[in-house]
Nanobody
């Protein structure tokens, strides 16, 4: 079992930045592909970004590329999402997800999910 736990959410002004963290315990972190997803009020959960086991390969939602950066520190069992130039439409609950080995952009291919962290961006 893997237990991801997100942190770092909160409130920000439009144009500001936040960094989310996700600590995943219970399995060798470096064996996991990791992803970030988000769900805005009244909308379906959507893909944000994903990273492979060693951080060499990343993939982003086209609409977020250039503003968000996914990274990981395997020594600290931690996944990050740096969010810059935030917009009110980035307001959502952000979820960290894990799967064995390779990463994916598909929600259903992730086996383990955190509880989510709220991000609220005001104009």
């Amino acid at each position: 079992q893997v237990q991801p736990v997100e942190s770092g959410g909160g409130s920000a002004q439009a144009g500001g930045s936040l960094r989310l963290s996700c600590v995943a315990s219970g399995r060798t972190f470096s064996n996991l592909g990791m992803g970030w997803f988000r769900q805005a009020p009244g909308k379906e959960r959507e893909f944000v970004a994903a990273i492979n086991w060693n951080g060499a390969t990343t993939y982003y939602s086209e609409s977020l590329k250039g503003r968000f950066t996914i990274s990981r520190d395997n020594a600290q069992n931690t996944l990050y999402l740096q969010m810059n130039s935030l917009k009110p439409e980035d307001t959502a609950v952000y979820y960290c997800a894990a799967r064995p080995w390779g990463f994916s952009v598909t929600m259903t291919e992730y086996d383990y999910w955190g509880q989510g962290t709220q991000v609220t961006v005001s104009s």
